[in-house]
C-alpha cells in the first residue's frame, strides 16, 4: 500500500511538472533592405589635428555606403557627442533619429604625429554595444585608421571579412581611341591616395597584386614584345621576369607569392609556364594544339583555372598545379575567358562572350553558373579579398571605347562604379592591408 | 482396600461422561466458523491527473439500452415510496460474472429495482483496470525511496493549449515588426535558426540579457553569418520589449509553460 500511496505521490508530481519544456515561440522575420547606420562627427582630443573627427566619420560613412548594405546618417546633418558617451550613447535618442546601428569613436593624439582613432559598434534598437577597436596610426594615416573602423563595422554586422581597407591597381587610360597612353595607376579602394606607378611609355596591361601586396606582376608591351614584369610597389623598381627573347603575359602569382603563373607564346603556340618569383627556368604546364592563357591559382594553389580554345572555342579548363588533370569545365553555351579563382575557393569568375560580355561566376568545379551583369561589355573580373565582390572593367555601348571600373556584389546587386580620375581597365583587388 | 460395586459404577460413570465431554467438545473445536474474507481493495492506476478536483458527480440518467440486463422483459414495477433521492438506475452489465449480483440476475428476471447510484467514475471497466498502463519500468530507481510524507501540491491554475497558443500569437505580434526590421546578412542566413532563452519580470521587461541556447542549420556555407543571425535575434527581443498586454494569471504557471520564461525560435525568411 505504501508503494502505491508513493506512486499516487508521484503521478500527482508529474502533473504539476515544473521541469516541463518551457513556453516556445517561433519567430520569422527580415528583409534584405539596407541598414541606417549613423556615423556622427567623432569627438576629437584638443591635441589632436582638429577637424579629424569629421574626416574620418566621412570616410567610414563612405565606405559603409559602399557596401551597399547600409544606408549612412552623418556626419553631416547630425550633432556629435562627448567623449564618453562613445562607449555610452543616449541609444533612445539614435533609435528616435531612425537609425538602426550606430558607429561612434573618438580621435586623440598618440605622441608626435600619431592618433589613436577609437571605433565602436552599437545595436540601437538592442541598446548595446556590439564591438569596438582603437586604431593607432600615423596622424598622416588617419584615413586608413578610417578604413579599418570601417572594416571592423562591415565585418560584425555582414558577418563577411573586410575589404575596405584594400588598394586597388588597374590600368588607366588617356587620350584619343586610336593611340592610348596607358599606365599602371594605383589608389585606396575608395579612390583616394591615387598614383601612377608607370610613366606610359610603353602599353601595360593586367598588373596583379602579389599575396602580401607589395609587388605587382604585369604585362608591357615595349618594342612590340609584350613580356612579364615584376615590380615592387614602393620603391617602383622593376625588371623582367623571364630571361631572353621570348612573348610572355598574364601573369598572376602563386597563392603562396614563390612562383609566378603566365603564358608564353612560342613557335606559334601558346602555352602556360611557371616561373620562381626570384627567377629561374620557366616550366610547362600546358601543351596543346590551342592557346591556353589567363591561368590563375586556386587559393590553396593546388589547381590553376585557365581558358583555352583547344577545343574550338574559348572555354574554361582546371588542372592541378602541376600541369595533370585537364579537364573542361565551362558548357554554358558562348565563349568563356579571363577566370579568376575566388579567395574562398569555391567560386571562379570569368567573362562570359555571348552577343554582350558579360561577368559570371561557377562553381570551382563547373557548373551552378550565374551571371552577374547585364551590359553591353564587361570583362576581367577581379575578386575582393573576401571574396564577396568582384570588380571588372566596362565599356559603354558607343562611348568611343571609354572604360571604367564597377565593383558587383555577387549577392546581387547593381553594380557601382569606383572612383577613377579618368578611364581605368583590368584591375586587381589588393589583400587586405595589415 | 476394597472398592464397592457403587463406587465402581460411579467410576466408570465419570469416565464415560468425560470422554463423551472430550469428545464432544472436540467436535465442536473443528466446526470452526470463519468470517468471510473481504474483498481486496481495488486500486486504480490512472495517467490522467487533473489539478482541478475532480468530485465525483451522480449519475442522473440511466445508462444506454444496451447496458440494461437482457432478461429484463418484465415491465419496470412501480418506484417505491421510499425511493432514494438518485433516480435508480439498473446495474450495468459489466459487474464481474462471479459476482453475487450476477448470479442473482442469472437465477430470476432482472426486475429492475430502485439501486442508490454509485458515485460516478471515470475508471474503465475491470477488465481495462488490469491492464495497468504504467510501465513495468516505473518503480525502477524508486525502490528504496521512502514514502512521501509530504501532502500533495495544492491546485495551481493550469495553461491551456488554447491559452498557450494565445499567447504565443501576442508575443508573435508584439516583436513581428522588430523582426521583420532586421537585415539578412547574406544568402544561406536563413537557415540558421537561433533559439534564444528569455526571462521577463511581470510587466514585460527582460529581467536579465537575452540568451542564445542555441543554432541549428549553420554549415560551411553560411557559418560566417551564425554570429550576425544570433544579434539579430537578440536585436529583435531588445527591441520589442517590454511585452506588454500579456494575462498576468499565465506569467508564471505550474506547468511551467508561461510567458516569464520562455524561448523564442528565430531564423530570417
Keep these: 500500500m505504501k508503494r502505491f500511496a508513493l506512486l499516487a505521490t508521484l503521478l500527482a508530481s508529474a502533473a504539476t511538472a515544473q521541469d516541463a519544456p518551457p513556453l516556445e515561440v517561433d519567430v520569422v522575420g527580415g528583409t534584405n533592405a539596407v541598414t541606417a547606420i549613423a556615423v556622427p562627427t567623432m569627438p576629437t582630443a584638443a591635441d589632436a589635428p582638429q577637424g579629424l573627427g569629421r574626416q574620418i566619420a566621412g570616410v567610414i560613412a563612405s565606405d559603409l555606403r559602399s557596401t551597399g548594405l547600409f544606408t549612412p546618417l552623418g556626419p553631416e546633418g547630425i550633432g556629435t557627442y562627448p567623449r564618453d558617451a562613445a562607449s555610452a550613447p543616449a541609444y533612445a535618442t539614435w533609435r528616435s533619429a531612425g537609425a538602426a546601428q550606430l558607429v561612434t569613436g573618438y580621435v586623440e593624439a598618440n605622441g608626435p604625429d600619431r ?27 588617419w584615413r586608413r585608421a578610417a578604413h579599418k573602423c570601417a572594416d571592423t563595422v562591415y565585418s560584425r554586422l555582414s ?61 608591357t608591351a615595349s618594342g612590340r ?32 607569392g614563390r612562383n609566378v603563373v603566365f603564358s608564353m607564346a612560342k613557335n606559334g603556340r601558346t602555352a602556360i609556364f611557371t616561373i620562381p618569383t626570384a627567377g629561374g627556368t620557366p616550366r610547362r604546364l600546358t601543351d596543346s594544339v590551342g592557346a591556353d592563357t589567363s591561368p590563375s591559382y586556386s587559393p590553396d594553389g593546388s589547381r590553376i583555372v585557365f581558358e583555352s580554345d583547344r577545343g574550338g572555342t574559348q572555354q574554361l579548363y582546371i588542372m592541378n598545379a602541376d600541369g595533370s588533370g585537364q579537364r573542361r569545365i565551362s558548357f554554358g553555351g558562348g565563349r568563356y575567358a579571363s577566370p579568376m579563382w575566388n579567395p574562398r575557393g569555391d567560386l571562379i569568375a570569368f567573362t562570359k562572350i555571348a552577343g554582350n560580355f558579360r561577368i559570371g561566376i561557377m562553381n570551382a568545379s563547373g557548373g551552378g553558373e550565374k551571371i552577374l551583369t547585364d551590359a553591353w561589355q564587361d570583362e576581367e573580373p577581379s ?21 571604367s571600373l564597377y565593383a558587383v556584389d555577387i549577392n546581387g546587386g547593381d553594380p557601382r562604379r569606383m572612383p577613377t580620375p579618368q578611364d581605368g581597365s583590368d584591375p586587381s583587388w589588393s589583400p587586405l592591408q595589415r | 482396600m476394597r472398592v464397592d460395586r457403587a463406587e465402581l459404577a460411579g467410576t466408570g460413570a465419570a469416565i464415560a461422561f468425560h470422554a463423551a465431554l472430550i469428545a464432544a467438545l472436540s467436535l465442536s473445536l473443528a466446526h470452526v466458523v470463519h468470517p468471510p474474507e473481504t474483498p481486496p481493495m481495488e486500486v486504480e492506476m490512472v495517467d490522467e491527473v487533473g489539478l482541478q478536483p475532480s468530485a465525483p458527480s451522480a449519475v442522473a440518467a440511466p445508462p444506454p439500452p444496451a447496458q440494461a440486463p437482457q432478461e429484463a422483459q418484465i415491465p419496470p414495477q412501480p418506484e417505491p415510496a ?81 491559452a498557450m497558443a494565445g499567447i504565443q500569437q501576442a508575443i508573435r505580434r508584439q516583436v513581428q515588426p522588430c523582426a521583420d526590421r532586421q537585415v539578412n546578412p547574406g544568402p544561406g542566413a536563413s537557415r540558421i535558426k537561433v533559439k534564444l532563452h528569455l526571462v521577463l519580470d511581470r510587466s514585460g521587461r527582460l529581467v536579465s540579457a537575452p540568451v542564445v541556447v542555441g543554432t541549428n542549420g549553420v554549415d560551411d556555407d553560411n557559418s560566417r553569418y551564425e554570429e550576425r543571425v544570433k544579434d539579430l535575434a537578440v536585436s529583435i527581443i ?12 499565465l506569467y508564471k504557471p505550474a506547468s511551467g509553460q508561461g510567458w516569464g520564461n520562455f524561448i523564442l525560435n528565430y531564423n530570417l525568411p
Excluded at chain 1, 226 to 236: F, K, Q, T, Y
Excluded at chain 1, 387 to 402: D, E, P
Design chain 1, 383 to 403: 575578386w575582393a579579398p573576401n571574396g564577396r565582390f568582384v570588380m571588372f572593367n566596362r565599356i559603354r555601348q558607343g562611348s568611343s571605347g571609354q572604360t
Design chain 1, 115 to 141: 592618433i589613436t582613432v577609437a571605433c565602436y559598434i552599437h545595436d540601437v534598437a538592442a541598446g548595446r554595444e556590439l564591438a569596438h577597436q582603437g586604431f593607432s596610426v600615423a596622424a598622416s594615416d
Design chain 2, 238 to 249: 531588445s527591441g520589442c520589449s517590454p511585452l506588454t498586454g500579456l494575462p498576468p494569471e
Design chain 2, 82 to 162: 421510499a425511493a432514494p433521492l438518485v433516480q435508480p438506475a439498473p446495474q450495468p452489465k459489466v459487474a464481474p460474472a462471479n459476482s453475487l449480483a450476477a448470479q442473482a440476475a442469472q437465477l430470476r428476471p432482472a426486475t429492475p429495482r430502485p439501486v442508490p447510484a454509485k458515485p460516478a467514475s471515470s475508471r474503465p471497466a475491470p477488465a481495462q483496470l488490469r491492464a495497468s498502463r504504467i510501465g513495468a519500468d516505473f518503480l525502477k530507481g524508486i525502490a528504496d525511496a521512502a514514502p512521501s510524507s509530504t501532502p500533495a501540491r495544492a491546485a495551481a491554475p493550469t495553461i491551456s493549449a488554447s
Design chain 1, 225 to 256: 614584345r609584350p613580356r612579364v614584369m615584376l615590380m615592387d610597389v614602393a620603391s617602383g623598381t622593376t625588371h623582367s621576369l623571364v630571361p631572353g627573347l621570348v612573348l610572355t603575359f598574364a601573369p598572376r602569382f602563386s597563392p603562396d
Design chain 1, 159 to 219: 558577418g563577411e571579412t573586410g575589404f575596405l581597407d584594400t588598394r586597388v591597381v588597374y590600368v588607366a587610360e588617356t587620350g584619343p581611341k586610336n593611340n592610348r597612353t596607358k599606365r599602371i595607376a594605383i589608389m585606396d579602394s575608395d579612390g583616394s591616395n591615387h598614383r601612377y606607378l608607370t610613366l606610359g611609355d610603353a602599353t601595360v596591361t593586367t598588373p596583379r597584386f602579389s599575396p602580401s601586396g607589395d609587388k605587382l606582376v604585369y604585362m
